[in-house]
Structure formats: structure tokens, C-alpha cells
């Protein structure tokens, strides 16, 4: 069984559990994964719910958030190995995201950053590796890649945000 953080958008209610039931040839990858908590920030309700529950399914502990605000409120409380950051969002985008993190949160660089959005143009992908993006995932993505790229960057020395 895994462990998974539901926080409802744009709200920091105590932590809730939600148990799910593990196929038994996965359980020594879910077990690897267990305590590496992601992030999921994206506007998009239909793109949080598909990555967290696909992180949940693989054993990673997951909190989603709609928005830059809420993303930078989480990371008061709560230290992920992964944000997964989409780039065009209201309010606040997603280098705007990870500016306001690096000011406010000069502590948190072993925190990896892959942006996972529609935007593809080499522009795109020069300016999020120019502003300290580990990664950059383009929408839409299989479950198999996302979590192929999490295993990666949880498994790698924290260093970098």
C-alpha cells in the first residue's frame, strides 16, 4: 500500500491518506519510491488528476496544486524531491514559479524542477534549462515516460534547483 498526500487545490488542509492497492511486481519499485514526494503544479484539473493518480499507482506520495501561489505556499510546509511545473498558468507561470522559489527558498536547491507543458518551441525548453530547470516533459506524455523521468531525477544526488 502507498501513502498519498491529497491536498485540494488552492487549500492547506491537514494531510489526508489514501490507500491503494500495489500489484506485487512492483512492490520493490514502490517501496524505492516511497518518501520521495512530487509535486504537480498545472492548471489544467484534468492534468493534475491523470499525474496524481498515475504517481499514486507507481508509489510516489503526490501533492497538486493549480497554481505559482499554492506551489510556494507548499513549499513552506512541505519539502519535495520533484516539482513537476507546467508553464502557462494565470496568475503566475511557471519561470515566474521557479524565480519566486529560488528568492524565497534559497535552501530548497536539491528540489529537482521538470516542466510538464504543451509549450515546444527550443525557445521554450532554452528558457526553462536558462532559469534552472532540471527537465522539460512535453504534454501530452505516456505514464510509462513520466515515470521513467521521476525515477531518474528522485535517484540522482540533490543537487541544482
Known amino acids: 500500500m502507498s501513502d498519498t498526500i491529497l491536498i ?6 491537514p494531510r489526508g491518506v489514501i490507500l491503494n492497492a500495489i500489484d ?10 516511497r518518501g520521495k514526494l512530487i509535486f504537480c503544479v498545472d492548471d489544467d484539473h484534468n492534468i493534475r488528476q491523470i499525474v496524481k493518480h498515475s504517481l499514486a499507482e507507481a508509489g510516489y506520495p503526490v501533492l497538486v496544486a493549480r497554481d505559482g501561489p499554492t506551489c510556494l505556499a507548499l513549499l513552506a510546509r512541505y519539502e519535495p524531491r520533484v516539482i513537476l511545473l507546467d508553464i502557462e ?3 503566475m507561470d511557471g519561470l515566474q514559479t521557479l524565480l519566486a522559489m529560488r528568492q524565497r527558498f534559497p535552501d530548497r536547491r536539491k528540489t529537482r524542477i521538470v516542466f ?5 518551441t527550443v525557445a521554450d525548453v532554452m528558457a526553462a534549462r536558462e532559469n534552472g530547470a ?3 516533459i512535453i504534454k501530452p506524455f505516456t505514464r510509462a515516460n513520466l515515470i521513467r523521468r521521476l525515477d531518474h531525477w528522485t535517484q540522482m544526488p540533490t543537487t541544482g534547483l
Open 116 to 120: 510538464l507543458t504543451g509549450r515546444r
Open 24 to 33: 506485487p511486481s512492483q512492490q520493490e519499485s514502490i517501496t524505492r519510491r
Open 8 to 13: 485540494p487545490d488552492a487549500a492547506l488542509p
Open 89 to 91: 498558468m494565470p496568475e
Open 134 to 136: 532540471d527537465d522539460y
